[in-house]
């Protein structure tokens, strides 16, 4: 058996988001957001549950703050609704909406537990939808104003800020692929909103640096291991292609101030208006990078690939005939150090957070207890993969649990369960699965037995 011991310092954390556990989301004068609007059309969701109650986790804050504490969470990471804030994504603040967050904050803190609020997790305010949303280049605009007020109201207690979750998902998985909201299928729609975002979260960080909020700031980006199926060189050039649209098209303007030129010239007039100055504002210096890993894909070349990003690449998803999770997706911890890897050597010596992992699994309560090993060894074999890239010289500084609470999950409503505390969704009550109470021992040693 070997000691996974990890670098003092390093932060331990989980996460939820805000349409994914608050519920009552419009309370208290907050405005309808894109997701609500999303869950309330019949056949996106699954199961056709909705984010109207959930977790129930705005009445039930104090509750969920007291289980942080007791299970020795040392960061939370959570997300700030907009609309609850800016009900019309501009202009006049809610104060209750706002105020919720800065009790949440202030109880965070007396409980030890250290809050990392991300400003936004895809809940944009229908208003702006209704002006251009994404596709509107003022939403860059619009949303550094909305940073600002958040900023001004938190921003002496929170030591660690993230801008917007998973570029990728907002732009390929809402305007490209048609997957989540608003569910288009456009190209060039798709590639507009992944410059507006990326120019928001610049923005975002440039109103941080101006302002007087203290703490670190950085991003969440997904992140994917792509492989060739084979040596051939058109598989090799099929995986180059995937791995270039879903992590460098979204990461080297960030990073590196530029989009990869392989990119640019393959969508061709697909491609958006870049103005002078927008990538000195994408690249505006961050603290840490963020990165969320949840599986990898293989990949071959294929002309008759049908549909999406697929056809757009000239790929087809290869089965590995790995271990599944309940929803289906591939478990490659392995996968997690290459990518971990690629980031070093692509992008040098740089502070890295792992602010996702996690699966979900088909998790029920018998006796008042969970027994969810896949969860837990999951977990560990993800740590270990994240362990041995330390070993290797990546900078990884923390790790945060998806998620701490069972949270509604867009398509696939509540039937995916990734939380380490389980929800009734009739009672509300929660139990700590096996997997959080192996993590909170992880937590409070700073390693485990693997």
């Excluded at 649209?245 to 101030?257: F, K, S």
């Excluded at 697929?310 to 929803?327: E, S, Y």
Aim: proline fraction near 5%; aromatic fraction near 10%.
């Amino acid at each position: 058996m070997t000691r996974y011991r990890f670098p003092d310092g390093f932060a331990w954390g989980a996460g939820t988001s805000a349409y994914q556990i608050e519920g009552s989301p419009l309370a208290d004068g907050a405005g309808m957001s894109l997701q609500h609007t999303y869950a309330h059309t019949p056949g996106n969701v699954l199961d056709g549950v909705t984010g109207d109650v959930l977790a129930d986790h705005y009445h039930r804050w104090p509750e969920d703050v007291a289980l942080m504490r007791d299970l020795g969470l040392g960061e939370y990471q959570f997300s700030v609704a907009w609309p609850r804030v800016l009900p019309d994504g501009t202009g006049t603040v809610n104060g209750k909406g706002i105020g919720f967050y800065d009790r949440l904050v202030d109880a965070l803190l007396a409980a030890g537990v250290a809050p990392a609020p991300i400003l936004h997790v895809w809940d944009l305010p229908v208003a702006l939808h209704h002006r251009g949303g994404w596709m509107n280049r003022d939403s860059a605009e619009w949303f550094a104003a909305y940073a600002d007020v958040v900023y001004e109201r938190l921003g002496d207690r929170v030591p660690r800020w993230m801008t917007i979750c998973e570029p990728l998902s907002i732009a390929g998985g809402g305007y490209i692929d048609g997957l989540l909201a608003p569910r288009m299928r456009d190209l060039h729609s798709g590639l507009r909103v992944a410059h507006h975002v990326l120019l928001a979260h610049g923005r975002a960080v440039e109103a941080f640096r101006a302002g007087d909020a203290t703490g670190e700031i950085g991003t969440s980006t997904g992140l994917s291991d792509i492989q060739p199926a084979s040596g051939d060189p058109a598989d090799l050039a099929a995986a180059a292609r995937m791995n270039e649209h879903d992590n460098a098209l979204y990461l080297d303007p960030i990073m590196r101030g530029e989009y990869p030129e392989r990119i640019v010239a393959r969508y061709g007039e697909a491609w958006p208006e870049v103005r002078d100055g927008d990538l000195a504002t994408i690249a505006a210096p961050i603290d840490f990078l963020g990165v969320t890993y949840y599986q990898g894909q293989v990949v071959a070349a294929a002309d008759d690939a049908l549909t999406g990003v697929d056809a757009l690449l000239g790929v087809r998803t290869v089965p590995t005939g790995r271990p599944v999770t309940g929803i289906g997706w591939d478990i490659n911890p392995e996968g997690l150090t290459r990518a971990l890897l690629w980031l070093k050597e692509r992008y040098g010596d740089f502070p890295l957070v792992l602010t996702e992992f996690g699966a979900a699994f088909d998790d029920v309560v018998v006796d008042g207890a969970v027994d969810d090993r896949a969860r837990r060894e999951f977990l560990c074999g993800h740590l270990i993969a994240a362990h041995a890239a330390i070993r290797r010289g990546v900078d990884l500084r923390g790790a945060f649990v998806w998620s701490l609470l069972d949270t509604w999950e867009f398509w696939l409503g509540v039937t995916a369960r990734f939380g380490i505390v389980h929800v009734d969704y009739e009672t509300k009550r929660r139990t700590v699965k096996e997997s959080g109470h192996w993590y909170a021992r992880v937590m409070a040693e700073n390693g485990f037995d693997g």
